[in-house]
């Protein structure tokens, strides 16, 4: 038997690669007609929130009824990744050639150990058990 702790490893792995299928394909689709950081900026609501249902229903089986902590938290959390994310998209754009998509593909990635250890710790921690 895996691991619980694998498991959500993976899950989290594979909802971060959806998502960074959908954000890269809306950067791409945007990117035809409104440019690299319009684009970047417009497609980035509708990833964080399958992210979010995602990650709160399947990786991290959140059952809290918190919802509004939850939701602040976790908007927080986006606020900080997303700091990171756009600077790791805007150093990509400006020192190489990398098309918008790839650069935002890239700056995707870099974001995801943050936002783990955030989801897992913080945000979608399971409630204690009552005693």
């Known amino acids: 038997m895996i691991h619980p702790s694998i498991s959500r490893i993976v899950r989290?792995?594979?909802?971060?690669?959806?998502?960074?299928?959908?954000?890269?394909?809306?950067?791409?689709?945007?990117?035809?007609?409104?440019?690299?950081?319009?684009?970047?900026?417009?497609a980035y609501p509708p990833a964080?929130?399958?992210?979010?249902?995602l990650n709160?229903?399947?990786?991290?089986?959140?059952?809290r009824t918190d919802a509004k902590r939850q939701l602040s938290e976790y908007l927080i959390?986006?606020?900080?990744?997303?700091?990171?994310?756009?600077?790791v998209f805007k150093a990509l754009t400006a020192t190489t050639?990398?098309?918008g998509w790839e650069?935002?593909?890239?700056?995707?990635?870099?974001?995801m150990i943050i936002t783990f250890l955030a989801m897992q710790y913080r945000v979608f921690k399971h409630a204690p058990e009552p005693k």
């Open 56 to 63: 709160k229903t399947w990786t991290f089986d959140s059952t």
């Open 12 to 42: 989290f792995c594979i909802v971060g690669i959806l998502v960074m299928i959908v954000f890269a394909g809306l950067n791409w689709l945007f990117g035809k007609w409104l440019g690299k950081d319009l684009s970047f900026i417009l």
């Open 97 to 99: 050639n990398l098309p």
């Open 77 to 87: 959390m986006v606020l900080v990744t997303f700091a990171v994310q756009a600077a």
């Open 48 to 53: 964080l929130a399958l992210h979010f249902l």
């Open 103 to 111: 650069a935002a593909l890239a700056a995707n990635a870099a974001q």
